[in-house]
């Protein structure tokens, strides 16, 4: 099972810029659909954004136009660039893998998740 390890979050103030990365070992990860979620305090998790392995993109509507998700396959890691925060970003991000890509809004479709890095958006 692919291990999964995230970093880059912190504090930005509004209308700023973060850019997450998440890196996975112990899978064939050319191979895996890659997703981020995010979860708020008294929330449920939230699709972000996904990518398929060939490249193809999805996006959660509250990101849309904001974030941009990518994947570097030699490096073994997927990327969220996410710009223009709002406070309404705030929350634990999360990356998951799965193979195939039914159902990839669906946090429980996906078998392997990482540990989560905090993102805080200040006002």
């Known amino acids: 099972q692919v291990q999964l390890v995230e970093s880059g979050g912190g504090l930005v103030q509004a209308g700023g810029s973060l850019r997450l990365s998440c890196a996975a070992s112990g899978g064939t990860f050319s191979s895996y659909f890659m997703g981020w979620f995010r979860q708020a305090p008294g929330k449920e998790r939230e699709f972000v954004a996904g990518i398929h392995r060939s490249g193809g993109t999805y996006y959660g509507d509250s990101v849309k136009g904001r974030f941009t998700i990518s994947r570097d396959n030699a490096k073994n890691t997927v990327y969220l660039q996410m710009n223009s925060l709002e406070p309404e970003d705030t929350a634990v991000y999360y990356c998951?893998?799965?193979?195939?890509?039914?159902?990839?809004?669906?946090?429980?479709?996906?078998?392997?998740w990482g540990q989560g890095t905090q993102v805080t958006v200040s006002s």
């Open positions: 998951a893998a799965k193979v195939g890509y039914s159902y990839y809004y669906m946090a429980t479709s996906f078998a392997s």
